[in-house]
Protein backbone atom coordinates (compact mmCIF):
# COMPACT_ATOMS: atom_id res chain seq x y z
CA UNK A 1 0.00 0.00 0.00
CA UNK A 2 0.77 3.54 -0.27
CA UNK A 3 3.19 4.83 2.33
CA UNK A 4 4.21 8.99 3.15
CA UNK A 5 7.20 9.33 5.47
CA UNK A 6 8.85 12.95 6.75
CA UNK A 7 10.53 14.02 9.07
CA UNK A 8 8.89 15.88 11.96
CA UNK A 9 10.25 18.98 12.85
CA UNK A 10 12.67 21.25 10.94
CA UNK A 11 14.08 24.56 12.51
CA UNK A 12 15.72 27.22 10.54
CA UNK A 13 16.53 30.92 10.92
CA UNK A 14 15.00 33.88 8.78
CA UNK A 15 16.28 34.50 5.87
CA UNK A 16 17.88 31.08 5.35
CA UNK A 17 16.16 28.38 3.01
CA UNK A 18 14.52 25.81 4.00
CA UNK A 19 14.34 22.05 2.59
CA UNK A 20 11.27 19.59 3.48
CA UNK A 21 12.10 16.39 2.99
CA UNK A 22 9.65 13.23 2.01
CA UNK A 23 9.82 9.99 0.55
CA UNK A 24 6.85 7.42 -0.43
CA UNK A 25 6.37 3.86 -1.30
CA UNK A 26 3.96 3.78 -4.25
CA UNK A 27 6.00 3.84 -7.54
CA UNK A 28 2.54 4.46 -9.50
CA UNK A 29 2.46 7.58 -7.85
CA UNK A 30 1.34 10.22 -10.33
CA UNK A 31 0.62 13.59 -8.49
CA UNK A 32 2.50 14.80 -5.45
CA UNK A 33 1.38 17.15 -3.06
CA UNK A 34 2.42 19.59 -0.59
CA UNK A 35 -0.10 20.95 2.17
CA UNK A 36 0.18 23.82 4.65
CA UNK A 37 -1.42 24.31 7.57
CA UNK A 38 -0.95 27.52 9.26
CA UNK A 39 -1.98 27.20 13.12
CA UNK A 40 -5.98 27.14 13.71
CA UNK A 41 -6.63 26.26 9.90
CA UNK A 42 -7.45 23.34 7.87
CA UNK A 43 -4.86 22.06 5.23
CA UNK A 44 -4.45 24.06 2.21
CA UNK A 45 -2.69 22.59 -1.02
CA UNK A 46 0.62 24.74 -1.18
CA UNK A 47 1.80 23.48 -4.47
CA UNK A 48 1.96 19.96 -6.31
CA UNK A 49 4.07 17.98 -9.20
CA UNK A 50 3.12 15.72 -11.62
CA UNK A 51 5.31 12.66 -11.83
CA UNK A 52 6.03 13.39 -15.48
CA UNK A 53 8.03 16.59 -13.87
CA UNK A 54 11.26 16.74 -11.72
CA UNK A 55 11.29 20.33 -10.84
CA UNK A 56 8.56 22.92 -10.56
CA UNK A 57 8.93 26.54 -9.22
CA UNK A 58 6.73 29.24 -7.93
CA UNK A 59 8.00 32.27 -6.72
CA UNK A 60 9.87 31.28 -3.52
CA UNK A 61 9.03 27.40 -3.53
CA UNK A 62 10.86 24.97 -5.65
CA UNK A 63 9.40 21.35 -5.45
CA UNK A 64 12.23 19.04 -6.52
CA UNK A 65 11.10 15.01 -7.88
CA UNK A 66 13.68 12.15 -7.79
CA UNK A 67 11.53 9.43 -8.79
CA UNK A 68 14.29 6.82 -9.22
CA UNK A 69 14.38 7.40 -5.22
CA UNK A 70 11.05 8.49 -4.43
CA UNK A 71 11.68 11.26 -3.36
CA UNK A 72 10.09 14.92 -3.40
CA UNK A 73 11.85 17.67 -1.41
CA UNK A 74 10.16 21.36 -0.86
CA UNK A 75 12.62 24.29 -1.01
CA UNK A 76 10.98 27.74 0.19
CA UNK A 77 13.69 30.49 -0.28
CA UNK A 78 14.15 33.49 1.64
CA UNK A 79 11.84 31.45 4.62
CA UNK A 80 9.98 33.92 6.54
CA UNK A 81 8.34 33.77 10.31
CA UNK A 82 5.05 33.68 7.88
CA UNK A 83 6.34 30.40 6.80
CA UNK A 84 5.82 28.56 10.42
CA UNK A 85 3.71 26.03 9.82
CA UNK A 86 3.44 21.99 9.26
CA UNK A 87 3.62 21.14 5.92
CA UNK A 88 1.98 17.82 4.69
CA UNK A 89 3.52 15.52 1.94
CA UNK A 90 0.87 13.80 0.24
CA UNK A 91 0.27 11.80 -3.13
CA UNK A 92 -2.13 10.06 -5.11
CA UNK A 93 -2.23 8.41 -8.55
CA UNK A 94 -4.67 7.86 -11.36
CA UNK A 95 -5.30 4.27 -12.53
CA UNK A 96 -7.26 3.70 -8.83
CA UNK A 97 -7.65 5.78 -5.65
CA UNK A 98 -7.35 9.09 -6.35
CA UNK A 99 -7.65 9.96 -3.00
CA UNK A 100 -4.65 11.73 -1.45
CA UNK A 101 -2.17 9.16 1.14
CA UNK A 102 -0.75 11.94 3.63
CA UNK A 103 2.35 11.98 5.90
CA UNK A 104 2.35 13.30 9.42
CA UNK A 105 3.65 16.67 8.62
CA UNK A 106 6.76 18.29 9.23
CA UNK A 107 6.81 21.50 11.87
CA UNK A 108 8.51 24.29 10.22
CA UNK A 109 9.89 26.51 12.96
CA UNK A 110 11.42 29.80 11.95
CA UNK A 111 13.12 31.63 14.48
CA UNK A 112 14.81 35.41 14.37
CA UNK B 1 -13.67 32.70 0.02
CA UNK B 2 -15.91 30.03 -0.01
CA UNK B 3 -14.66 27.00 2.57
CA UNK B 4 -15.33 24.16 4.69
CA UNK B 5 -16.55 24.42 7.88
CA UNK B 6 -16.50 21.80 10.77
CA UNK B 7 -18.24 21.31 13.98
CA UNK B 8 -17.38 21.45 16.71
CA UNK B 9 -13.85 22.64 17.51
CA UNK B 10 -13.27 20.32 20.41
CA UNK B 11 -15.25 17.85 22.04
CA UNK B 12 -14.53 15.99 24.92
CA UNK B 13 -17.26 12.78 25.77
CA UNK B 14 -16.77 9.76 28.01
CA UNK B 15 -15.23 6.32 26.54
CA UNK B 16 -18.52 4.34 25.15
CA UNK B 17 -20.51 7.41 24.44
CA UNK B 18 -21.78 8.42 20.48
CA UNK B 19 -20.56 11.56 19.27
CA UNK B 20 -21.73 13.66 15.82
CA UNK B 21 -18.86 15.48 13.98
CA UNK B 22 -20.47 18.04 11.59
CA UNK B 23 -19.07 19.66 8.30
CA UNK B 24 -20.40 21.77 5.79
CA UNK B 25 -18.92 21.30 2.14
CA UNK B 26 -18.29 23.73 -0.38
CA UNK B 27 -21.14 24.30 -2.12
CA UNK B 28 -20.52 23.22 -5.59
CA UNK B 29 -18.69 20.37 -4.42
CA UNK B 30 -19.46 16.34 -5.11
CA UNK B 31 -16.78 14.30 -3.46
CA UNK B 32 -16.15 14.21 0.95
CA UNK B 33 -14.18 13.24 2.40
CA UNK B 34 -13.20 12.13 6.27
CA UNK B 35 -9.37 12.20 7.34
CA UNK B 36 -8.38 11.64 10.69
CA UNK B 37 -4.69 12.52 12.71
CA UNK B 38 -3.99 10.98 15.78
CA UNK B 39 -1.26 12.93 17.53
CA UNK B 40 2.10 12.69 15.88
CA UNK B 41 0.58 10.22 13.53
CA UNK B 42 -0.09 10.95 9.72
CA UNK B 43 -3.25 12.13 8.18
CA UNK B 44 -5.23 8.97 7.96
CA UNK B 45 -7.88 8.79 5.26
CA UNK B 46 -11.27 7.16 6.93
CA UNK B 47 -14.03 7.61 4.03
CA UNK B 48 -15.30 9.39 0.98
CA UNK B 49 -18.82 9.83 -0.31
CA UNK B 50 -20.30 10.96 -3.83
CA UNK B 51 -24.00 10.73 -4.73
CA UNK B 52 -25.13 10.23 -1.36
CA UNK B 53 -23.26 6.85 -0.53
CA UNK B 54 -19.50 5.79 0.55
CA UNK B 55 -17.33 5.66 -2.51
CA UNK B 56 -14.44 4.49 -0.61
CA UNK B 57 -13.33 3.40 2.79
CA UNK B 58 -10.04 2.56 4.75
CA UNK B 59 -9.88 -0.15 7.13
CA UNK B 60 -10.14 2.40 10.31
CA UNK B 61 -13.66 2.98 9.13
CA UNK B 62 -15.44 0.15 11.18
CA UNK B 63 -18.66 -0.43 11.82
CA UNK B 64 -18.14 1.80 14.34
CA UNK B 65 -18.30 5.09 12.15
CA UNK B 66 -20.75 6.23 9.62
CA UNK B 67 -21.23 8.96 7.69
CA UNK B 68 -24.65 11.21 5.95
CA UNK B 69 -25.15 14.01 4.10
CA UNK B 70 -28.58 14.59 6.00
CA UNK B 71 -30.13 17.51 4.41
CA UNK B 72 -27.86 18.67 0.84
CA UNK B 73 -25.73 20.94 2.86
CA UNK B 74 -24.25 19.15 6.15
CA UNK B 75 -22.12 16.38 5.75
CA UNK B 76 -21.53 13.95 9.28
CA UNK B 77 -19.28 11.70 10.64
CA UNK B 78 -20.89 9.21 13.95
CA UNK B 79 -19.02 7.71 16.16
CA UNK B 80 -21.43 5.10 17.67
CA UNK B 81 -19.48 4.15 20.93
CA UNK B 82 -16.26 5.94 21.18
CA UNK B 83 -13.04 4.27 22.49
CA UNK B 84 -9.63 6.14 24.07
CA UNK B 85 -8.42 5.16 20.65
CA UNK B 86 -10.57 6.99 18.92
CA UNK B 87 -9.04 10.82 20.30
CA UNK B 88 -7.94 12.43 17.33
CA UNK B 89 -8.18 15.81 15.14
CA UNK B 90 -11.02 14.66 12.56
CA UNK B 91 -10.58 16.29 9.34
CA UNK B 92 -13.58 17.14 6.74
CA UNK B 93 -12.60 17.73 3.23
CA UNK B 94 -14.52 18.37 0.39
CA UNK B 95 -13.60 18.50 -3.40
CA UNK B 96 -15.37 19.49 -6.95
CA UNK B 97 -14.38 16.45 -8.75
CA UNK B 98 -12.28 13.35 -8.16
CA UNK B 99 -8.98 12.61 -9.37
CA UNK B 100 -6.82 14.73 -11.98
CA UNK B 101 -9.00 14.75 -14.93
CA UNK B 102 -10.53 17.68 -17.06
CA UNK B 103 -7.77 19.94 -15.69
CA UNK B 104 -8.38 19.18 -11.96
CA UNK B 105 -5.04 19.02 -9.65
CA UNK B 106 -6.80 16.73 -6.93
CA UNK B 107 -6.91 19.27 -4.78
CA UNK B 108 -8.61 18.91 -1.40
CA UNK B 109 -10.20 21.32 0.25
CA UNK B 110 -9.98 20.99 4.57
CA UNK B 111 -12.04 22.51 7.33
CA UNK B 112 -10.09 23.16 10.25
CA UNK B 113 -10.65 19.80 11.87
CA UNK B 114 -12.30 18.59 15.08
CA UNK B 115 -10.49 17.44 18.17
CA UNK B 116 -11.84 14.47 19.76
CA UNK B 117 -10.82 13.86 23.49
CA UNK B 118 -12.76 10.51 24.49
CA UNK B 119 -11.59 9.99 28.27
Known amino acids: GEDVEQSLFLSVREGDSSVINCTYT??????LYWYKQEPGAGLQLLTY?????DMKQDQRLTVLLNKKDKHLSLRIADTQTGDSAIYFC????????????FGRGTSLIVHP | EPEVTQTPSHQVTQMGQEVILRCVPI?????FYWYRQILGQKVEFLVS????????KSEIFDDQFSVERPDGSNFTLKIRSTKLEDSAMYFC?????????????????FGEGSRLTVL
Open chain 2, 93 to 109: ASSPLLGVSGGNTGELF
Open chain 1, 26 to 31: DSSSTY
Open chain 1, 49 to 53: IFSNM
Open chain 1, 90 to 101: AESRTGGSYIPT
Open chain 2, 27 to 31: SNHLY
Open chain 2, 49 to 56: FYNNEISE
